[in-house]
């Protein structure tokens, strides 16, 4: 093998290209630098939060999204366990991306839940986080109690989005070619309810959204791509999405 065989292969799937598609404006994408305000906004409303959400005991993971980290869940974590949830972090470091024993991962971690707590696991999953879910749950259904995906990109193009370079750069797979079978569109056979934003900034929101019967309900909602675990309106959707998911 020629020596700059390797660098080559490395680069070849971080910098793969492909056909351009429809994006979300700039300007939302620049409204996503509110964060530091969402986080305190959350913090001041956390108690409100915890009373408004209708906690019902059940077993929740949550799933960060690219290049996030359980501290990035954390608010979102505290507000629905005060609420009466029980929720888990997903317990594997920073997100980076999709390998080949992603789920596997995820599988070892909800048995892991599971042998405290016994029952079906929900599944909470932000951006990426809920391709994890979704994918997920259509392969241990049994262990699922539902999903709820965050600003995910399970609907059209997968670069209809802001992140999909990053994505490739980061994870060293083709944003099309998942290292897991993957199909983004096919609704996991629980519950799934699709969180979605006009001005999420990162992602197209129709890509988020979904269409008819590759989720059963979508919740649109006030935030940006960040805010979804971060800003109060956020964190108050996933709880009206769990009450949909409720058996």
């Given at each position: 093998?020629p020596?700059?065989?390797a660098?080559?292969t490395?680069?070849?799937?971080?910098?793969?290209?492909?056909?351009?598609a429809?994006?979300?404006p700039?300007?939302?994408?620049?409204?996503?630098?509110?964060?530091?305000f969402?986080?305190?906004?959350t913090?001041?409303?956390?108690?409100?939060?915890?009373?408004?959400?209708?906690?019902?005991?059940?077993?929740l993971?949550?799933?960060?999204?690219?290049?996030?980290?359980?501290?990035?869940?954390?608010?979102?974590?505290?507000?629905?366990?005060?609420?009466?949830?029980?929720?888990h972090?997903w317990?594997?470091?920073?997100?980076?991306?999709?390998?080949?024993?992603?789920?596997?991962a995820?599988?070892?971690?909800?048995?892991?839940?599971?042998r405290?707590?016994?029952?079906?696991?929900?599944?909470?999953?932000?951006?990426?986080?809920?391709?994890?879910a979704?994918?997920?749950?259509?392969l241990?259904?049994a262990?699922?109690?539902?999903?709820?995906?965050?600003?995910?990109?399970?609907?059209?193009?997968?670069?209809?989005?802001?992140?999909?370079?990053?994505?490739?750069?980061?994870?060293?797979?083709?944003v099309?070619?998942?290292?897991?079978?993957?199909?983004?569109?096919?609704?996991?056979?629980?519950?799934?309810v699709?969180?979605?934003?006009?001005?999420?900034?990162?992602?197209?929101?129709?890509?988020?959204?979904?269409?008819?019967g590759?989720?059963?309900?979508a919740?649109?909602?006030?935030?940006?791509?960040?805010?979804?675990?971060?800003?109060?309106?956020?964190?108050?959707?996933?709880?009206k999405?769990?009450?949909?998911?409720?058996?």
């Amino acid at each position: 093998m020629p020596p700059y065989a390797a660098v080559t292969t490395f680069w070849k799937d971080r910098l793969a290209s492909g056909p351009r598609a429809a994006r979300p404006p700039i300007q939302h994408l620049v409204g996503n630098m509110a964060l530091p305000f969402d986080l305190a906004r959350t913090r001041a409303q956390a108690d409100i939060l915890a009373r408004t959400i209708q906690g019902d005991g059940r077993t929740l993971l949550l799933i960060p999204g690219l290049l996030a980290s359980d501290a990035r869940m954390e608010p979102m974590r505290a507000i629905l366990n005060k609420a009466g949830f029980d929720a888990h972090h997903w317990g594997m470091g920073r997100n980076y991306g999709p390998k080949p024993d992603s789920l596997d991962a995820i599988d070892r971690r909800v048995d892991e839940i599971r042998r405290t707590t016994g029952g079906p696991v929900t599944l909470v999953g932000w951006s990426l986080g809920g391709l994890y879910a979704r994918e997920y749950a259509k392969l241990a259904t049994a262990k699922v109690g539902g999903v709820v995906t965050l600003g995910t990109p399970f609907s059209g193009d997968p670069r209809a989005n802001h992140a999909w370079r990053l994505y490739q750069l980061v994870s060293g797979t083709p944003v099309d070619r998942p290292p897991f079978p993957c199909m983004r569109e096919v609704k996991p056979p629980v519950p799934t309810v699709a969180l979605w934003a006009r001005r999420d900034g990162v992602v197209l929101p129709e890509c988020a959204k979904g269409r008819r019967g590759e989720r059963d309900s979508a919740i649109e909602v006030d935030c940006t791509h960040m805010g979804f675990a971060a800003a109060p309106e956020g964190i108050a959707a996933v709880g009206k999405a769990l009450a949909l998911t409720r058996a």
